[in-house]
């Protein structure tokens, strides 16, 4: 859910008071009342007489000068942040501000307002004011060039500090050179062409040959290699996803210098292992360089393919601490138990049992032993619970929420975590749960440290249109739920960066097409904020694939990565649960995929009381293509 995108606040807003969401003791009133001052830029006399004893005046107040922030000055916009230091919607004027003095270059306010940021048009505009106050030094200048050297274009409002620190010779030919060399590496030719103009032809060389290793692998790899070893695994890489056949016979004829032969023959490995490739055995066998994602792919390749001593090997060659990760852990025993080792599997599947995971999970599934989802983690006292609920950021916090100002709570309330201790964390996520502000209950109760408080963390949320969608498309309840949990953590209005809406997460193309076949209204995307219409309409697509699949697994999987690649994935003979999901290529999918089964796990006991173990909830065989 790292990077959603939420929808424009005044369309939540009206969607959410159309909803009757709005249930605070205002009533909806302060919802019209912000659209109003949003709309106007004014707060009216008989508005500030209603709510100016409010918790959320402040919320007026940011709205309303927000509208003046040209001709407000930053020493009265400190004032007035200090004077209401409770209100995010406050403290984040300061960088819309910010933004205002930078482009019109007021450098001298600029710095008096600034805080740290990782905004990189600010830190552009921070760094010019330094210059043209002289107040510049050396780590100005570090990271003046820092923010150059960036692999991609960075905003219009750095080119005038590039423009400075270019004139005080600090963008030097090694600084270009390394530019270069980032910028390819996000394939950001076009930049890379631009930077090397100043250059002698060496540089449009080095560019020249990295088009070639991108386009053509195999000449590269036989003409160029030995003169550029930086792009040797690129093209190594892009040969074999193309034809590793060919790659291969390269490598075997020594057709490649052998100083980057080994760089060749790790490229191929690791993009022939994530392939699942089967003439990939006798590379991933070789001893080859440490690679992150070679190491972990070659486990999973033989994982796949059920080799169960290289399975031990190729773990053997993690490092001390990855062999200890839960995830590894589990497939050395599942190796062991394979390889006639029971008592050394026994020990292991005893440690991985302990975590409620999916790797747990299928741990306790193999020792037959009960998983224990009773939660072990402490809560803070009555009385801690009870003084942050007295807080006004936390009030300001749960009155927006009971609004239906759900991008301003969701704001708020990250502003206030941020004040808070880790004690007191846990009572705000108790609050939370209590005024069913389910998604920050299940994300604050994680973030600090009650990992395993189930009722936080998987509240039974939207349980109504749940049950009807779930007994209307004959599927699990339990899944149903952790598939919501996992696509929207239960917040009804965000937008993914690709465009899925809601809680489901529905693309609009499909939304529109079930919702035509369901003979449900279509008022434009809009209609996927309505939870109960979401629901149903990921529900229905959801039994789609089940009905298609036969499996949760492949339905899940589906659900994320599209039918079209589950197809794919569908093994030619019969193959356990977990090697199957262990061998998915997506990292996304694969993750997503153990994640919503886990909570349907955990969701079967919070609903029944009752534990269905992952090998019943899910059938452990896999099975083969038709």
């Known amino acids: 859910m790292q990077g959603v995108k939420y929808i424009r606040r005044t369309i939540v807003v009206a ?10 003791a205002f009533g909806a009133s302060f919802s019209r009342v912000w659209v109003t001052v949003e709309r106007t830029g004014k707060i009216s006399k008989a508005m500030k007489k209603t709510w100016q004893g409010s918790p959320l005046f402040p919320e007026l107040i940011a709205e309303s000068t927000e509208k003046l922030l040209g001709s407000i000055s930053a020493q009265d916009l400190e004032k007035l942040m200090t004077k209401y230091p409770d209100s995010a919607a406050i403290s984040n004027l300061r960088w819309r501000k910010l933004f205002r003095l930078g482009r019109a270059n007021w450098h001298q306010d600029f710095l008096f307002l600034f805080r740290q940021s990782d905004n990189v048009e ?27 050297t960036h692999g991609k274009s960075q905003p219009k409002a750095c080119d005038t500090l590039f423009s400075i620190i270019s004139k005080r010779g600090l963008i030097t030919k090694e600084a270009r050179l390394n530019r270069i060399e980032n910028a390819l590496g996000n394939g950001q030719l076009r930049l890379a062409r631009w930077l090397a103009k100043p250059l002698d032809h060496s540089a449009r060389k080095y560019i020249d040959a990295w088009v070639q290793a991108r386009g053509q692998p195999t ?51 690791r ?98 032993i009960p998983y224990d989802l009773s939660a072990k983690s402490q809560r803070p006292a009555d009385s801690l619970v009870t003084d942050v609920e007295r807080r006004t950021d936390v009030t300001v916090a749960r009155l927006l929420f009971e609004e239906g100002l759900t991008v301003m709570a969701r704001r708020q309330w990250d502003f206030v975590i941020g004040r808070l201790n880790e004690e007191e964390q846990k009572a705000a996520a108790i609050l939370a749960n209590r005024w069913n502000w389910y998604s920050r209950s299940a994300v604050t109760a994680h973030q600090s440290g009650l990992t395993d408080d189930y009722e936080l963390r998987y509240p039974l949320a939207f349980e109504k249109p749940l049950r009807k969608a779930a007994k209307r498309y004959d599927i699990s309840l339990s899944w149903l739920s952790g598939l919501m949990r996992s696509e929207s953590l239960f917040m009804h209005d965000i937008r ?36 109960s219409t979401n629901i149903r309409i990921g529900s229905y697509y959801l039994a789609k694939q089940f009905n298609q699949f036969g499996h949760p697994a492949l339905a899940t999987a589906a659900y994320n990565a599209g039918p079209h690649r589950v ?50 909830v899910a059938a452990p065989q896999i099975i083969m293509k038709k």
């Open 15 to 24: 969607i959410c008071v159309a909803l009757g969401i709005a249930t605070n």
């Open 122 to 148: 600010l830190n552009c505009y921070k760094l010019e004011a330094r210059y043209r106050l002289k107040k510049a030094n050396k780590t100005d200048g570090r990271e003046a060039l820092r923010l150059w």
């Open 219 to 269: 000449k590269f790899l036989t003409n160029k290699a030995g003169k550029f070893p930086k792009w040797v695994d690129m093209a190594a890489s892009r040969l074999a996803s193309r034809n590793p056949d060919q790659l291969l016979s390269l490598i075997k004829d020594r057709k490649i210098p052998d100083t980057v032969r080994e760089r060749a023959i790790l490229g191929a490995a």
């Open 271 to 368: 993009t022939m292992a994530i392939n699942l490739d089967p003439a990939a055995s006798p590379l991933l066998n070789m001893e080859l360089p440490s690679h992150p994602i070679l190491n972990h792919w070659r486990i999973r390749y033989f994982i796949h393919y059920q080799k169960w001593a290289e399975v031990l090997t190729a773990i053997s060659r993690l490092s001390l601490e990855e062999q200890r990760e839960i995830e590894w852990n589990y497939w050395a025993s599942r190796s062991l138990a394979m390889t006639g080792s029971p008592d050394l599997a026994f020990e292991g599947f005893k440690k991985v049992a302990k975590s409620n995971s999916w790797y747990g999970f299928l741990a306790a599934d193999y020792l037959d």
């Open 496 to 531: 993914s960066p690709a465009g899925a809406l809601g809680l489901m997460q529905v693309m609009p193309r499909t939304g529109r097409q079930t919702a035509k076949q369901l003979n449900l209204k279509w008022k434009g995307n809009r209609t996927l904020i309505n939870p």
């Open 567 to 616: 197809k794919k994935w569908i093994p030619d003979s019969t193959m356990p649960l977990d090697v199957w999901v262990a061998s998915i290529p997506f990292t996304e999918t694969r993750n997503y995929v153990q994640r919503v089964l886990t909570a349907q796990v955990i969701y079967e006991w919070r609903y029944n009381d009752a534990i269905r173990r992952l090998d019943s």
